[in-house]
C-alpha cells in the first residue's frame, strides 16, 4: 500500500494534490481522511444504454445514490465538480464489472473505458467524516487505519427499469452519547447519505455478523458504542450483481475520487 503523507498531512491537502498523487500511483489505500475539508464521490459508469434506467434509479433511491454530477458519453472529465480530473485514473482503485461479476481490480481503468460510458458521481459519506470529528464524535475506522466496514441489507431499493437489488449500508460505531449529535451533524449533508438509515440491532436490517462486513474491514468498536448505519454508495455494485448489467466500471469500496466541492457548500439547515 502506497501512501504519500501521515493523517493529519493527508486531511489538509488538497483535493487536485490528492488526485494528482493518486494519478501518479502514490496514493493505493481508501481515501478516508484525505482532504477533509472536500467532497468525496463514489464512481458508478455505464454504457449509454443502461444510463436512463440508472438515472431513474437514483432518483428513486436518493439516500444510497444521492447524485453529484452525471457525466454525457465521451467525457471523462466531471468539469462541474473536479476540473482536470480523470475518472479513468483519479481513483485508487477500480472495480469493472461484466455481468454482474467482479472481472478486474485494477489502479487505472484507461484500457477498459469506452466512448459510450455515462458516469454519475455519488455523494460518499466519507465526506461527512470531518464534520463529525468537529463535533467530537470518533469515527473510528479512521483513526484505527481501517476500511470503513460495509453491508449488505435485508431491504430492497425500489427498482427501475433493468436495476434491482438490496440496500448497502456503511457502519460506525458510536459512543451512545454521541448518537444524536452523529444523527444531527451528517443529516445537514443529504448530498452524502445525510442522516442514518438504521440505529441499533444489526439484525434488523438483516446483518447477522458485524465481524464480517461483505466490503472494507472488520468493525473496530468500543464499549458503550451503538451500531449506527448510514445508507451506502456502494449499494449501486450491489445491485450490478443482482440485475447483471453487461458492463460497468465502479470504485474499489473505500477509494473514492476527492472533488474540489467543499463540505461547506453542500450542509443545509436541516435533512428534507
Same mark, same amino acid.
Given at each position: 500500500? /502506497?501512501? $504519500? ?12 494534490? $490528492? ?23 463514489? @464512481?458508478?459508469? /455505464? ?14 433511491? *436518493?439516500?444510497? &445514490? ?11 472529465? #466531471?468539469?462541474?465538480?473536479? +476540473? ?11 472495480? $469493472? ?9 485494477? =489502479? ?8 459510450? /460510458? ?12 470531518? +464534520?463529525?470529528?468537529?463535533?467530537? %464524535?470518533? $469515527?473510528?475506522? @479512521? ?5 470503513? *466496514? ?6 430492497? &431499493? ?15 460505531? !458510536? +459512543? ?13 449533508? #443529504? =448530498? ?6 438504521? %440505529?441499533?440491532?444489526? =439484525? ?16 473496530? !468498536? ?22 447483471? #448489467? ?6 474499489? *469500496? ?11 457548500? /453542500? ?6
Amino acid at each position: 500500500m /502506497l501512501t $504519500v503523507a501521515t493523517a493529519p498531512l493527508k486531511a489538509e491537502m488538497s483535493p487536485q494534490a $490528492v488526485r494528482l498523487a493518486i494519478r501518479a500511483g502514490e496514493i493505493d489505500e481508501p481515501t478516508s481522511g484525505y482532504a477533509t475539508a472536500h467532497v468525496q464521490a463514489n @464512481l458508478v459508469a /455505464l454504457p449509454r444504454a443502461g444510463a436512463d434506467d440508472f438515472l431513474l434509479f437514483c432518483q428513486r433511491n *436518493p439516500k444510497p &445514490c444521492p447524485l453529484l454530477d452525471v457525466i454525457a458519453p465521451g467525457s471523462y472529465e #466531471p468539469v462541474k465538480v473536479a +476540473p482536470g480530473a480523470d475518472l479513468r485514473t483519479d481513483i485508487p482503485r477500480y472495480r $469493472v464489472y461484466r455481468d454482474g461479476a467482479v472481472v478486474a481490480e485494477p =489502479a487505472d481503468v484507461t484500457d477498459a473505458w469506452r466512448d459510450d /460510458l455515462v458516469s454519475f458521481l455519488l455523494g460518499c459519506s466519507y465526506t461527512f467524516e470531518g +464534520p463529525l470529528l468537529a463535533a467530537g %464524535v470518533p $469515527v473510528r475506522h @479512521l483513526t484505527g487505519g481501517r476500511n470503513v *466496514p460495509m453491508y449488505r441489507t435485508n431491504q430492497q &431499493c425500489t427498482p427501475a427499469g433493468a436495476f434491482h437489488g438490496p440496500l448497502v449500508v456503511s457502519f460506525r460505531s !458510536i +459512543p451512545a452519547a454521541r448518537v444524536e449529535t452523529a444523527i444531527a451533524v451528517t443529516g445537514r449533508l #443529504p =448530498a452524502v447519505h445525510g442522516a442514518p438509515v438504521h %440505529v441499533g440491532d444489526p =439484525a434488523a436490517i438483516g446483518i447477522t455478523d458485524l465481524g464480517q462486513p461483505e466490503w472494507g474491514d472488520p468493525p473496530l !468498536i468500543e464499549p458503550g458504542d451503538v451500531p449506527v448505519f448510514w445508507a451506502c454508495g456502494v449499494t449501486p455494485q450491489a445491485v450490478a450483481m443482482a440485475s447483471k #448489467p453487461d458492463f460497468m466500471i465502479t470504485h474499489a *469500496p473505500g477509494h473514492m475520487l476527492v472533488t474540489d466541492l467543499t463540505v461547506a457548500s /453542500l450542509v443545509t439547515s436541516r435533512e428534507p
